[in-house]
C-alpha cells in the first residue's frame, strides 16, 4: 500500500481545499501532500488519452534564473545550449555533477534575453536550486526560488486546446510546442506553456497562489462538456511510462548519465565555453553504452515494479526502473536498463520468438518482449 | 467507508462471511479504496490447504502489489475467477461481486476475527 507520510510534515497545494471538496486520495510526494486520484486513477488515464485531464503539479519547484550574464551562466551550470533559446522558447535539459551523474531533468523556459524559468522536479528543487546559485557565483546572474510563489496547472489531452480556447483570448495555435508566452486565462495573469508530460498535446499554466483555485474552477466548467476530469499523480506516472518519458528517481539518477538514458542529444557538448560534467561526459560519449534503456511489454498480468531484475535464459540481464499496467495497451508495461549485448541480441529475436527474455516478478520469471520506446504516441 | 455488520475483519483489510463451515473472502472497501485500481488478483487455488495469517496469493493494483492472506484455517473450495478475468470488480463491489475465495473451514474460524465494530475502529485510527 502507498506510503503515506504524516500530513503535518508536507507542504500543501495552493489548491489543497480543492482536492479536499474533489474527495482526492492524497499522498506525500517530494515533502507535499498531492492528489494521487480523485476516483479511477485508470479512468483518468484514459480521459487523458482520449479527451482532457486537469493536473495540480504545484508541487514543482520554480527557479529564476535573471541577468546581464543569464544565459552564460546557464550554459556553465547545464548540459544544454541555453544562450541559444529564442526568448519565449523553452528546452527539455538537465543539470549534471562534475562526474556526468543527473542532478535533475529540467525544463528551462526563456521569458526575456536575461530572464530564464527553470523548472525543478519537487524532490530536486533544493539542490538545483544550491548548485545553481554556486554555480553562478562569478556571473552576472541572480538565482532565486520561487517556487512559493507560483501555483502550477495543467491541462492535457487532445480537447485540451479547444477547452482553453473558451476561457482565454490567447491564439492557442500561435503558441507552439514548448513555446510559453503571458497570458490571460479565465481573467487571471498566467505564464501559458504548451508543455506537458503525458504524451498529449497540452498546456502548463504558472500562475499565482491565490489564483489557483479561480483559474482551477473556470477551467473546470470549461471542460465538463468535453470530458474534462482532474487527475492525479498515479494516472500522469502511467501517462508518463507510456509516453517513454523519464523519471527522477527511476530511470534517472545521480549514478545515470544523460547518456545512460538515451538522451545524449540533451548534452552540447560542441557548445562553446566549459560546463559543469562536460570532461566527465565528453569521455563517456566516446565510449560504448554501458547500459541501454528499453522498454518492455509483459505477457503475464503480473506487473513489474521499479528494482525488478530482468532475465535473459533466467540470467540477470538488468533492472526494472518503473513498471506499470498500461491502460492503453492492456498489460504491464516497463522501462529497464539492459545490458547491451542482451538488448542487441533481443531485438534480432522477433517479438513473441522465443522466451528468453523475462522479468523477476518476485521469484517467478514472466515472459517479457522487448518493444521500441514510447509505447504510446499520439496522432499528429 | 462501508463496514458491514454481518462480516467479520482482519486487521490485514481482509473481510469473511462465515456460513455453516463455509467461508468466503475478501477485501475490504477501505483496502480496495487505499489500493487503487486492482488490476491483478491471483487467489490461493481450490485445494489448497490455507492458514489463518498466512500469505496465500496476491493482489495488485496500479501502484502496488500486497499479499493475501488467508483470514481462516481449511481448504480453498473454490474461486472467483469473474473477477480473476475482471479484477476491477473489487473496486466496485468488494463486499458483493468481488469476493476472491472461499474457504471449507477447518474446526472454527479463530477467536481474534475483528468485529465490524473493531474493523470500523481499526480503519478510523489509521486515517
Known sequence: MTQIQPAGQLRHSPLQPVHERLGASMTGFAGWLMPLRYGSETAEHRAVRTAAGLFDLSHMG????????????????????????????????????EDGGVLDDLIVYRLAAAEFLVVANAANTAVVHKELTHRAAGFGAEVTDRTSEYALIAIQGPNGAAILSAVTGTDLPEVKYYASQPAAVCGRQVLLARTGYT????????????????????????????????????????????????????????????????????????????????????EVAKRP??????????????????????????????TVTSGAPSPTLGVPIAMAYLDPEVASLAAETAAGDSSRLSIDIRGRGEAADLVTLPFYQRRQ | MAVPEQLHYTAE???????????????????????????????????????????????????????????????????????????????????????????????????????????????????
Not at chain 1, 499554466?205 to 474534462?228: I, Y
Not at chain 1, 528517481?249 to 549514478?255: S, V
Open chain 1, 62 to 97: 520554480e527557479i529564476a534564473v535573471t541577468g546581464p550574464d543569464a544565459a552564460a551562466a546557464l550554459d556553465y551550470a547545464l548540459v544544454g545550449r541555453l544562450s541559444a533559446l529564442a526568448a519565449g522558447r523553452a528546452r527539455y535539459t538537465m543539470i549534471c555533477a
Open chain 1, 199 to 282: 504524451g498529449e498535446d497540452g498546456f502548463e499554466m504558472f500562475c499565482a497562489p491565490q489564483d489557483a483555485e479561480p483559474l482551477w474552477a473556470g477551467l473546470a466548467a470549461a471542460g465538463e462538456d468535453q470530458g474534462l476530469v482532474p487527475a492525479g499523480l498515479a494516472a500522469r506516472d502511467t501517462l508518463r511510462l507510456e509516453a517513454g518519458m523519464p523519471l527522477y528517481g527511476n530511470e534517472l539518477g545521480p549514478d545515470v548519465t544523460p547518456f545512460d538514458a538515451g538522451l545524449g542529444r540533451v548534452v552540447k557538448l560542441d557548445k562553446p565555453g566549459d560546463f559543469v560534467g562536460r570532461a566527465a561526459l565528453a
Open chain 1, 289 to 318: 553504452p554501458r547500459r541501454v534503456l528499453a522498454g518492455l511489454t509483459c505477457r503475464s498480468r503480473r506487473v513489474p515494479r521499479h528494482g525488478y531484475d530482468v532475465l535473459w535464459d533466467a540470467t540477470p540481464c538488468g
Open chain 2, 13 to 127: 483489510h481482509e473481510w469473511v462471511a462465515i456460513d455453516g463451515t463455509l467461508a468466503s473472502v475478501g477485501i475490504t472497501e477501505h483496502a480496495a479504496s487505499a489500493l487503487g485500481d486492482v488490476v491483478y488478483v491471483s487467489p490461493p487455488a481450490p485445494g489448497t490447504k490455507v492458514t489463518a495469517g498466512e500469505p496465500c496469493g496476491e493482489i495488485e493494483s496500479t501502484k502496488s502489489v500486497s499479499d493475501l492472506y488467508s483470514p481462516v484455517d481449511g481448504e480453498v473450495t473454490e474461486v472467483n475467477t469473474e473477477v480473476e478475468e475482471d479484477p476491477g470488480q473489487v473496486n466496485a463491489d468488494p463486499y458483493g461481486i468481488g469476493w476472491l475465495f472461499k474457504v471449507r473451514l477447518a474446526g472454527q474460524p479463530p477467536a481474534d476475527l475483528l468485529s465490524a465494530d473493531q474493523y470500523a475502529e481499526l480503519i478510523k485510527e489509521a486515517d
